[in-house]
């Protein structure tokens, strides 16, 4: 079965960048897709098609995906942007398939 | 402004069978293009993709889960369920109901394909012994 790989944790400074990596066989042959999922709530789409974002979304947020690795990138980060963030995939069929999931703080 | 709610009893007893609705408003489960789909989250866990169901009734399901999943959708009342049978604690879990659409372009594969951009509140189901 098809797998993705994230780090479990992430830590920032407030201003800074976070990049949260993706990793799975030959995931720049698929789009990579990203979902916020602050405590207590409802995951959130913030990329989908490896580099686009929803109405909504703040430009902060960026994505790329080649090789065997997408990222998500979050520039000037926020206290707001502390939360979990998962990437997804399609495997080779039909099966969705969500990596483990990355929390980030901002301290 | 598209709204998905899912529905259900909160706590199931183990081995018998785990019964959850989702009810669409802001828009039709008949439009074509999408999947309706449902994922879960056990405590202080990742999400895990259950299943999807097509308007017209085609379902794709976790092969890990396939045995016991069964989703439809009932295009009258505008809503898509899930059962899942022969439930242990394992099973406990937040359960959200999602709308997937379809991507604009091709990927590299040649193939479209589908991302969750509209998400229920969710609802904790408990699975007891």
């Known amino acids: 079965s098809y797998e993705l790989t994230q780090p479990p944790s992430l830590s920032v400074s407030p201003g800074q960048t976070a990049s949260i990596t993706c990793s799975g066989d030959k995931l720049g042959d698929k789009f990579a897709f990203w979902y916020q999922q602050r405590p207590g709530q409802s995951p959130v789409l913030v990329i989908y098609q490896d580099d686009k974002r929803p109405s909504g979304i703040p430009e902060r947020f960026s994505g790329s995906n080649s090789g065997n690795t997408a990222t998500l990138t979050i520039s000037e980060t926020q206290a707001m942007d502390e939360a979990g963030y998962y990437c997804?995939?399609?495997?080779?069929?039909?099966?969705?398939?969500f990596g483990g999931g990355t929390t980030l703080t901002v301290l | 402004q598209l709204q998905l709610q899912e529905s259900g009893p909160g706590l199931v007893k183990a081995s018998e069978t785990l019964s959850l609705t989702c009810t669409v408003s802001?828009?039709?489960?008949?439009?074509?293009?999408?999947?309706w789909g449902w994922i879960r989250q056990a405590p202080g866990r990742g999400l895990e993709w259950i299943g999807s169901?097509?308007?017209?009734?085609?379902?794709y399901y976790n092969p890990s889960l396939k045995s016991r999943v069964t989703i439809s959708v009932d295009i009258s009342k505008n809503q898509f369920s899930l059962k899942l049978s022969s439930v242990t604690a394992a099973d406990t879990a937040i359960y959200y109901c999602a709308r997937e659409t379809p991507t604009d372009t091709y990927d590299n594969n040649g193939s479209i394909t589908y991302f969750f951009d509209y998400w229920g509140q969710g609802t904790l189901v408990t699975v007891s012994s």
């Open positions: 169901i097509y308007y017209s009734g085609s379902t």
């Open positions: 802001g828009g039709s489960v008949r439009r074509s293009s999408y999947f």
């Open positions: 997804q995939a399609w495997d080779s069929s039909t099966t969705r398939v």
